[in-house]
């Protein structure tokens, strides 16, 4: 579970200025007795967490939102509900923003999977099912709108990374070394499902066509 003071040490470093919790508890991964904990994200009725999100929404009048995808990305609750919640949120206030969902592409999957057996991850080989699974995670490249470098940022993105230290899975990306986190995280990659301004696709800016 993300503690609090980890999240706020995480945001300063990456130079977030307004911080905005809804303090929900984690609902852990898919399957795990958390999900059905009182509290938990999951758990959480859409239309209820979706009125205090849009009211944050008309507040700061945003020009970009960005949310998980559908699947939440690998089957996450927590991502799934980010979405519905998301998007349920948009849907209650008249504001027309870009909205993107947070994806993969799969090329980039493969090269994941390549440096995890190079770092020595505990990584065995799936069966046919889970490997079926796992081939859907993400889109195909030419599917992938958006592509922004951020490479000049992976020195704040290794160091947020470590703020989160009782986050288990990131012990594999601190172990990388910055230079090998950068190589590796240097791009974001996103798929944009809402768009008002025109802008051509693919674009390497999430506010292309607002600037």
Known sequence: MMRRQELESS???????????LDYADSGMMGWPTNDAPGSFWQTPVEEGAARLAELMRRYQPDVV????????????????ANRITMAALTMTELTPK???TTAPRSMMQRFGEVMREFGADWQEPDPAE???????????????????????????FDALAAHASQGENIFFLRMG??????????ETFVRVRDTTGAAAPENDLFAGLR
């Open 11 to 21: 945001c300063g470093i990456l130079k977030v200025t307004h911080l905005e919790t």
């Open 66 to 81: 960005v949310t998980y995808d559908e699947n939440g990305f690998y089957g996450h609750p927590d991502h799934i509900q």
């Open 99 to 101: 909205v993107y969902w």
């Open 131 to 157: 490997a079926a699974a796992m081939a859907e995670i993400g889109l195909p490249d030419d599917e992938i709108t958006t592509w922004v470098d951020t490479t000049a940022f992976g020195g704040q993105k």
């Open 178 to 187: 910055l230079e090998r986190f950068t190589e590796l995280m240097g791009v």
